[in-house]
């Protein structure tokens, strides 16, 4: 047994008894201890109330510095990462992030593969993120990416859990190739179904069909919409009322939903009602999409700066009760030049791009417990008896000290060891510029 005494760990996170009665809306963290059995902790109690230890039992003291559960990073790309100076985007635009790595697959074997991804996931162990559910580009002749992120899976179970889901355009889904795509995905282990919606008269029909395959396999989906700046884009409306109209019962997660924040606010607000109805939750991806959206070239007309932040309505959505995580998206590939599968990282710039620090307590939840309901795994991202033993020490004894500094330092708890993994060094992937 390893016994966890003073932790400070955000109340949000905790068991809802041992949750404060009255928070502090600028410290809502509780003192605790926790006592960790092999891969599953066993007991959380406040701090000074924890039963004497007997022979055997390892303590180690975090001394009032914060403890989070593992990180959730509830979308990435592992197949695109570390793609960056063999498929740069020299505009920084979507439009040539989606050329630049078209042209960039004839690199994707399995050793690329494996070099690159293996190296992000090393990286995202090192800082403690403990579940990754990547999206993989889909087709007849995807099989190499499904294949090797299996492989991936299975080297990395008990460290990190692995999930992966197919991307291809919606409109696959309605080919004969629907079922063998479907199919090649679920045969490697895919969590769900998904792909990305272009606005198009035919996009309800195209929603009934990937509703039909995915519910013929007892699936939920997990979908990428409206990545744009334009206020006619109401893909996840369309969403929604399809799986309202197909009264589809597995669980749906739409990732971006960037145009929600541009429409007028009765239109969004009318939205946010049907994805509350129909029980979706929202994945944003600050990141990423700060970089790309409303990215203005030399070319633009006055003025060039970007005159909004890329993230969705989330407060809007979470005052709904519609359930927001937040999530890394792509890690140093054309559609984001940037990044090294930091979920800290992530949590920071969330508060800071989106004020989630006006609702601090519940803030903690976008890359804990919310994005591992989403993804399926109701246990993680908590700090609860039965919840995995993996967790993150922070060398900080305040909110305030947390998200002052990027470069906190921390440690990782993983069963009954304490430890300081290290982030692989860049130089290992290769690809510097000569």
Not at 190 to 204: E, H, K, N, V
């Amino acid at each position: 047994m390893l016994l966890v005494r003073r932790a400070r760990v955000p109340a949000s996170l905790l068991p809802l008894s041992l949750q404060p009665a009255v928070l502090d809306s600028l410290e809502p963290s509780a003192l605790c201890d926790l006592a960790l059995v092999d891969d599953r902790i066993i007991a959380v109690a406040p701090t000074g109330e924890t039963p004497p230890i007997g022979p055997g039992v390892v303590e180690f003291d975090a001394g009032g510095m914060l403890v989070f559960p593992g990180f959730i990073d509830a979308h990435t790309h592992l197949d695109k990462t570390h793609t960056w100076y063999r498929a740069p985007n020299r505009s920084g635009t979507f439009a040539e992030a989606i050329t630049a790595l078209a042209h960039d697959k004839d690199h994707w074997t399995e050793a690329d593969l494996l070099r690159r991804a293996g190296f992000a996931l090393r990286t995202a162990w090192a800082q403690g993120t403990r579940v990754i559910r990547t999206h993989l580009d889909t087709g007849p002749q995807s099989e190499v990416s499904h294949a090797t992120l299996a492989k991936l899976r299975e080297q990395w179970r008990g460290r990190i859990t692995i999930q992966t889901v197919p991307l291809c355009a919606t409109d696959a889904f309605t080919t004969p190739e629907a079922d063998q795509i479907a199919d090649l995905a679920l045969r490697y282990g895919a969590s769900a179904l998904g792909g990305f919606l272009i606005m198009s008269p035919d996009l309800p029909r195209q929603l009934d069909h990937t509703l039909a395959i995915a519910c013929e396999r007892g699936v939920g989906i997990d979908l990428h919409v409206d990545e744009n700046d334009n206020p006619q884009a109401e893909c996840l409306r369309l969403v929604a009322e399809a799986v309202l109209r197909n009264q589809f019962p597995y669980p749906v997660v739409c990732g971006h939903c960037c145009s929600l924040a541009v429409q007028d606010s009765d239109r969004a607000r009318s939205t946010i009602d049907l994805v509350r109805a129909a029980r979706i939750g929202i994945i944003s991806l600050p990141l990423c999409n700060a970089y790309l959206q409303d990215r203005r070239t030399p070319a633009s007309p006055f003025p060039r700066t970007p005159r909004w932040r890329g993230v969705t309505l989330i407060h809007d959505l979470l005052a709904a009760g519609v359930p927001v995580a937040c999530a890394g998206d792509n890690v140093r590939d054309a559609f984001y030049a940037y990044g090294n599968y930091d979920m800290f990282e992530v949590y920071l710039e969330s508060v800071r791009l989106a004020h989630l620090d006006s609702t601090l307590a519940d803030s903690v939840r976008v890359v804990t417990s919310t994005a591992a309901d989403l993804v399926g795994l109701p246990t993680n991202g908590r700090i609860a008896p039965g919840s995995p033993a993996q967790l993150v020490v922070f060398d900080a004894h305040s909110f305030s000290e947390l998200l002052s500094r990027p470069a906190t330092p921390r440690r990782c708890i993983d069963g009954e060891l304490v430890h300081t993994p290290r982030v692989p060094d860049f130089s290992e992937l290769g690809d510097r510029p000569v």
